[in-house]
């Protein structure tokens, strides 16, 4: 008698279903389908595919490594403009300090971090001498924040960056906001532009939350911007190709 793949206790022909990806056998109660998805699937006509636990979590991980296979071709297209941007303004590369697989490695994995958060700039701060009051405080502001931009979040972390300084009454250290999830921080950072319509809100200012590497792509790209400009080019921006900063012309191809 065959087993079910996921309790190893035997099965019968009336309360099993197979799994369309390794075609392994197991019990319909431990498939975790209802009554009707279960009847849905006896249908040869069907359009959709029934994978077990064990099949799920591999399709997952797969595209998890697509995902991170995408991440490191975009930044290996950051790292030859980098090197591009150098060799054009004559700057001599040191072999040594180009990043070699391990640091693009850590560039993925901090990436993969920091995309769940979000940076708040020009938010007032309350001068509390209990730091657990403060924290409260930050709590409430950014979750009143987040409702008015019509984003749910039930467990979130707030982190206020610099040194604090006791003296000054007029401090706006920025905060980062650390989200369950990276949809909600996108979701969050493509409605920031509500923020002006609030007056408590119009002057904060709602970035994502970038890497070093990142954010010294973003100066080189601002520069040879301002660098354009001065030199008399006045239908040029700054574009973001793959995730990549880059200086166009409006209406005409990438420069």
Do not use: W
């Amino acid at each position: 008698m065959t087993s079910c793949a996921i309790c190893n206790n035997g099965l019968t022909p009336e309360k099993e279903i197979a799994c369309d990806m390794c075609r392994n056998y197991i019990h319909t109660t431990c498939s975790g389908l209802s009554r009707t998805e279960l009847q849905y699937l006896k249908n040869k006509d069907r359009k959709l595919s029934f994978h077990c636990p064990t099949c799920s979590d591999l399709k997952l991980q797969l595209v998890k490594l697509h995902e991170l296979a995408s991440t490191v071709s975009a930044l290996e297209s950051e790292l030859r403009t980098l090197k591009e941007s150098m060799t054009s303004r004559d700057v001599k590369i040191d072999p040594i300090k180009v990043p070699d697989v391990e640091c693009i490695i850590q560039e993925v994995s901090d990436r993969q971090r920091r995309k769940n958060n979000i940076i708040l700039y020009n938010v007032s701060e309350n001068v509390l001498n209990n730091r657990n009051d403060q924290v409260a405080a930050d709590m409430e502001l950014v979750g009143e924040l987040l409702q008015m931009l019509d984003v749910s979040v039930d467990n979130l972390r707030t982190i206020r960056l610099g040194k604090f300084d006791s003296s000054r009454t007029d401090m706006k250290r920025p905060i980062k906001v650390c989200l369950p999830d990276g949809d909600i921080a996108s979701k969050a950072f493509q409605r920031r532009q509500k923020l002006r319509t609030s007056d408590k809100f119009k002057n904060v200012f709602l970035v994502k939350d970038k890497t070093p590497m990142q954010l010294k792509l973003y100066r080189e790209a601002r520069q040879e911007l301002l660098t354009r400009k001065a030199a008399g080019e006045t239908d040029v921006y700054i574009k973001y190709i793959n995730d990549v900063p880059k200086v166009v012309k409006a209406g005409g191809p990438e420069n």
